[in-house]
């Protein structure tokens, strides 16, 4: 299994990002796909999850600015960042798991700053 993450970067309050996760190794069209992020001193935390149907969900902090999204055709899994605020600056990372099995991906820092 790999999981590599990219579109991290500086932006500044109020910008947008896109980040992507291309997966290999494993059926992802059939697989619930997450992204979730740690900020430093702050323990990881979910962002937003995508079902293999397509149905999705978010941590608070994202509703209404972050939407997750997949193309099976690429075996990619996006995360759309809106709004974003300096809150948001953390390392962003993908995740592949279930019982008795968890994958991530390097991670991608996110910056929000003037």
């Known amino acids: 299994v790999q999981l590599v993450e990219s579109g991290g970067g500086l932006v500044q309050p109020g910008g947008s990002l896109r980040l992507s996760c291309a997966a290999s190794?494993?059926?992802?069209?059939?697989?619930?796909m997450r992204w979730f992020r740690q900020a430093p001193g702050k323990q990881r935390e979910l962002v937003a999850v995508?079902?293999?149907?397509?149905?999705?969900n978010y941590a608070d902090s994202a509703k209404g600015r972050f939407t997750i999204s997949r193309d099976n055709a690429k075996n990619t899994v996006y995360l759309q960042m809106n709004s974003l605020k300096p809150e948001d600056t953390a390392v962003y990372y993908c995740?592949?798991?279930?019982?008795?099995?968890?994958?991530w991906g390097q991670g991608t820092q996110v910056t929000v700053s003037t």
């Open positions: 995740n592949f798991g279930g019982l008795g099995y968890d994958f």
């Open positions: 190794g494993f059926t992802f069209s059939s697989s619930t």
């Open positions: 995508i079902t293999s149907g397509g149905s999705t």
